[in-house]
């Protein structure tokens, strides 16, 4: 069983930057394969980025250019660096992490983009 938790969501004006982070558990955590999503209220869950075991990552056409992710294998967490926020990218993202078939998701933090 793999445990996340989210952090670092806030309220942020739009062109402005915020770094989510999240926390997992076990002792395999450099060979899972983490993800951000999020889901904007109404919608459904979108993938954001993802980045796998060998540090290869991926992003969504709506954010590439704008967001970083990456991981400390040391600390188990994952990050999203968000930067030129803006209005849509206002949701709630959540950390999901992949190994040996299984999916694991955490409980998300909220991120609004507004003046």
């Known amino acids: 069983q793999v445990q996340l938790v989210e952090s670092g969501g806030a309220l942020v004006q739009p062109g402005g930057s915020l770094r989510l982070s999240c926390a997992a558990s076990g002792s395999m955590f450099s060979m899972y394969v983490m993800s951000w999503y999020r889901q904007a209220p109404g919608k459904q869950r979108d993938f954001v980025a993802t980045i796998s075991s060998g540090n290869s990552t991926n992003y969504a056409d709506s954010v590439k250019g704008r967001f970083t992710i990456s991981k400390d294998n040391a600390k188990n967490t994952l990050y999203l660096q968000m930067n030129s926020l803006k209005p849509e990218d206002t949701a709630v993202y959540y950390c999901?992490?992949?190994?040996?078939?299984?999916?694991?998701w955490g409980q998300g933090t909220q991120v609004t983009v507004s003046s």
């Open positions: 999901k992490a992949r190994h040996l078939g299984y999916l694991y």
